[in-house]
């Protein structure tokens, strides 16, 4: 496996359901990221982990919970989501903060 | 004013056209600014940075306008494999980190 993986890369949940994303990065990199991204929407940034440590937090739902247990690692678990929440959630990581995003070919959530 | 703001097209134009696209930003404290291209129902992939003294790469060129705060990207003698949305994304680390996407631009080139 090489670049970012991302699975599953399609789910369909219900709103009382709860379900991860995964993201992995063959790349060594020590940065990575969730994005959502809406139809006609930018791209907006959920969380940035630098070294397994959280550093940007956009005031996302707790609804979206985070975990990064190691530098190859990043999950996002989901629980109570709305509608609203159906989106291309796409996992990125970076050498630094500063540098080239490398994205995995993301998850497209539908919320019944 | 949005912090990155993009035309979001579609641009049609035919092959081996010239086409250019803007990007204006609002925060004049902006470090590092790139363009990223997206495919249909893919994942965006970088494109190429830009460069205070601008950056060029075969049939593409970008641009940086600091005073006037906006950068572009300009495609010669276009493609059909251009066609494609690009994102200009522009990062701004004052205090909290920030990397910020715009809606982007659809590029499609016609036959």
């Known amino acids: 496996e090489t670049g970012v993986t991302q699975t599953p890369r399609h789910l369909v949940m219900g709103m009382t359901n709860k379900k991860s994303l995964k993201c992995e990065q063959h790349?060594?990199?020590?940065?990575m990221y969730w994005y959502k991204q809406s139809a006609k929407k930018p791209l907006e940034l959920m969380f940035v982990?630098?070294?397994?440590?959280?550093?940007e937090n956009n005031s996302v739902p707790s609804r979206f919970s985070p975990e990064c247990p190691n530098s190859s690692h990043l999950f996002l678990h989901l629980h109570t989501l709305q509608p609203e929440d159906s989106a291309l959630y796409l996992c990125?990581?970076?050498?630094?903060?500063?540098?080239?995003?490398?994205f995995g070919p993301g998850t497209r959530l539908t919320v019944l | 004013r949005k912090e990155v703001e993009q035309d979001p097209g579609p641009f049609n134009v035919p092959e081996g056209a010239t086409v250019a696209f803007n990007c204006t930003y609002s925060?004049?404290?902006?470090?590092?600014f790139f363009w990223y291209r997206q495919d249909c129902r893919k994942e965006p992939k970088l494109l190429m940075s830009?460069?205070?003294s601008g950056n060029e790469d075969g049939r593409f060129t970008a641009q940086l306008n600091r005073a006037s705060q906006y950068i572009s990207l300009l495609i010669r003698d276009s493609k059909l494999s251009d066609s494609a949305t690009y994102l200009c994304?522009?990062?701004?680390?004052?205090?909290?980190?920030?990397?910020?996407f715009g809606t982007g631009t659809r590029l499609k080139v016609l036959a």
């Open positions: 990125a990581s970076s050498d630094g903060l500063a540098d080239e995003q490398f």
């Open positions: 790349l060594g990199h020590n940065a």
């Open positions: 982990y630098s070294l397994e440590e959280r550093v």
């Open positions: 925060n004049s404290a902006s470090q590092s």
């Open positions: 830009v460069y205070s």
């Open positions: 994304v522009v990062e701004a680390t004052s205090g909290t980190y920030k990397y910020i």
